[in-house]
């Protein structure tokens, strides 16, 4: 097969990462551009199997070396420069949290080209909007390529020596089999593994295997067959279902791609849709859009985790930074670094050697960073001891074993986990020791709606937790239902599309009052339990939330987020008003259990007018509702005396003391 540049088929490339970055802007612009990543698969099983046919005449070990010499500089040089940055950036200003805590991960995993795996095993899917905040998720793409060119180049070898002509078209069947199946089981197995994404790469490779065979013959209809490739890729684009992918919406960006190389790389003479494609500026974005590709994601997270990215204006200066960044990536490093003298005078195999070790050091160099995140990071969330409340450190109060024969259990969801300080300062001062059960999203006893009936998954590790708290727990103990009971107005991401009236209409409504009541039945039943265990039973009152973030608006970089608008601050009245209901339903709970301690952490959080997030210099809460462990502090003194209060008298005092 002739060996022959296709700018038309650059000009393809140009589409794909144009729509992709369109896509990635804001999806309602172009709702199904992230096909143009399946438009990338094919072209590459396309280009890179015509560039192999011509080395039949290669023994194995040559061949191998040869390839995977001409991958390591097309691919990791540009590659690696991006992924060091964006770790730099990463480490350096962005916060801890759980928004951020698959970060790490993923770019670590870039580097060794399986961070599509490590994202499939994540609960979040591709689409998930937490996902926008990861700089490195782009990279799952270039795994997928990575572990391909690890499988198909042994099988490509064996067909040019006419020893395998058909393992290539059984494995793509196979995969195709796999992503049908995961696309309606397995979001996250269908999205990014090999496995479901192979027949995109092997599509393109076996039209190559089939226009350099003796039985192709180009039959025309040129014209027809790019109108309905540009066609079924530009359907892909508008409809493609993000719940029913890659099966079947791959299917119309990986048979248009198809018709379109098929078109470009045999017609006879030109055509309006090779002419089209192969416009210089049209050819120039695709050469560009390997780089385009790599820059674009970490450019649109950092702005969503600074300035914001919603407006047009934010829009285009995030558009115009990522072609910066690409026109640096491709003249100094893809264009320069592979025509060195020192590099082109190199033998493929120490290429391939020293390409490895550079991995393998960078690799090294990036996990070190993330390891010292906690010294290196210049973000005021650095700062552990007013930020986290997780964070283990000594609570600086006279220390005691008085009460060392009790155990505080805590049951809830993340927000039980978030008393973690204040828990710690009460062991500390009187002895009592502490188990925390905690799973976020299973709020047991959080009197706005049921967790029983309508997530199996805590149902089974309350009843757990429940349990074990049966066969260990004493009269003596104490138990501590904490959990979020006012209604959250964001999370970490984004905050919810409705406003504080719309809030206040929703806890109204119907469905919300019967929320309620299956919760203050299934409430009953969880404490009257425990109960018949130990009479110290408290449980804590809505406290005040927030549609102001502050580990995403505390710093000088992200102050003016447009997640910041809501202001440092919340309305004490409408705070009041908004937790009425579940303060019903609690006082109700009481009347059945008498035994049930109500504490109040509001009554501490907030003045007669407002309940602020700052107390001065320092925040009182993580986020729009999760507490800081300087707002544990702040609430220690009154949690302390509700504890106690739960103890016979003359325990209680000799502990106060």
Known sequence: MEHRYFGAIDGVRALAVLSVMLFHLEPTLLPGGFTGVDIFFVISGYVVA???????????????????????????????????????????????????????????????????????????????????????????????????????PVLFYFYLKGKSRLTLAGLAVISFILSVKHSSSDANAAYYLLTSRFWELAAGALLCQWHGSQRFRYGGHGNIAAALGLMLVVTGFVFASKTAFPFPWALLPVTGTLLLIHHITCAKSATFTSQLFAISGVRYVGKLSYSLYLWHWPVYTFFRWSIGLQTPLEWSVAVFITFIMALISYHLVE?????????????????????????????????????????????????RYVWYPYYSHSSHLESGNSLSNRTIYVIGDSHAGAYGTMLRMLADETGIKTQIHSQGGCGAVNMREPVLTQDSRCADKLEQWLQSIEQHASPDDIIFFATLKAYRLTNQYRMYPRSKTELLAQVESEAARHNRQAAYTESVVIIERMNNITPNIITDAPKPVFSYIPFRCSDWFNHTNPTCKGGPWQNRQYMETLRQPVMESLHKVKRTVPNLHIWDPLLQLCDKQRCPVYDGNKTRYFDGDHLSAHGNRLLYPSFRKAVLSLIEPTQAAGAAR
């Open 50 to 152: 015509r560039s192999l046919v011509n080395h039949s005449h290669s023994h194995f070990f040559a061949y191998i070396v040869a390839f995977y010499q001409r991958r390591i500089l097309r691919l990791f040089p540009a590659l690696l420069v991006c992924l060091f940055i964006t770790s730099a950036i990463v480490v350096l200003f962005i916060p801890q949290a759980w928004l951020s805590q698959s970060i790490a991960e993923t770019g670590l995993a870039a580097f060794l080209g399986w961070s599509n795996i490590a994202l499939a095993g994540n609960s979040e899917t591709y689409f998930s909007p937490s996902v926008e905040f990861n700089p490195f998720v782009h990279t799952w793409s270039l795994g997928v390529e990575e572990q391909f060119y690890v499988i198909f």
């Open 335 to 383: 264009q320069r670094l592979g025509k060195l003298s020192s590099i082109t005078a190199t033998s493929a195999g120490r290429t391939v050697g020293y390409g490895m070790i550079t991995i393998l050091v960078s690799y090294g160099t990036a996990t070190y960073a993330f390891d010292h995140q906690k010294l290196l990071s210049q973000s005021v969330t650095n700062n």
